[in-house]
């Protein structure tokens, strides 16, 4: 096991605060936090990890300063989630090249989650992904990768790691992504070919205008996830006014269920937040954006506790259709509402109440299909 304390600096919780200090109600009283020394994580279900790399953007300023400006402004909320403890280990030291930086982070989540915990990664590029993959790659665990963005990072032609890290995230071997799944790209930031070449990997790629008319149908694919990627370039500007910006996207309340959907997953163990630069901010706002966004995945993290085993058959409402030769059961929790479907292979997949109601028309559920095509 590492020493963590050789690759994170502590939080400087004064500067967060200049004012009388937080009251008893706010995040900032009920989280574990790397000010002096590095707390103990064993209680831990989520643990904190801010980062400063902005290389793989373009942008070479030091002291950029993300994470702390979100932790600013995630430390003022309440705290509501009592049963979910949270650890703020401080942040990953900048490395002398975005390789060493890449290697420091992927050592620190690979860290985690030998420890079983759920990492939130907060502030760099979009490619820092990379290196959030890379800890899977070390423990050689294999995953199912879920990206949200506006644009699709497969621009081999350009020199940005942050626009074509999903070249070797995708690709490179030995491989450990079982399945991707694109969330929110806006198609005139995409080429055609590239979502042909998406569809011919058995790639889910779904277009910002069908997540936002049926955002529900997205829970059952963070569901089945395990890493998580957000860019802030995915809200729309007004919502997010920071970064590369568009005026469409999602709302801010769309992206707050997104990643309340990320923190009721069982499966997910990684997120990370990317793409947010306080210089181009407007008082603060991405980075209270950001902060609600946390708060709904604690939230999500909280209510996944109350989720039955599916083995807990008692706790599930059956049906079963035959809209296939063999018949397919479905499953609906008691407790929460949502939804699994078995393959022929006997899985239980996430799928959508939309899915059930496919199968009982005699209609195949397109996420049955998909799943079959994969393998």
Known sequence: MYDLHDFLSPVDIHLLNEDSGYNDGQFAKHIAIYDTELPDVTDADIVLVGVDEFRGSGNFEEQINAANIIRRQLYQLHYWHFDTRIADIGNIKTGASLSDSYAAIKTVVAELARMDKTVVLIGGSHDVTLAQYFAYRQLNKTVEATCIDATIDLRGESSLRSENFLLEMLTSEPNFIKHYNHIGFQSYFVHPRMLETMDKL???????????????????????????????????YSDAPSGKCSPNGFTGEEACILTRYAGMSTNLSSVGIYGYNPKEDVNELTAVLIAQMLWYFIDGKSRSKQEALLSESNLFNEFNTSFTEEGTLFLQSRRTGRWWMQLPDKKMIACSYNDYVSASKNEMPERWMRSQERG
């Open 202 to 236: 058995r790639f889910d790629c779904h277009r910002v205008g069908k997540a936002k008319e049926n955002i529900e149908e997205m829970e059952p694919v963070i569901r089945n996830t395990h890493l998580l990627s957000f860019d802030i370039n995915a809200i729309k």
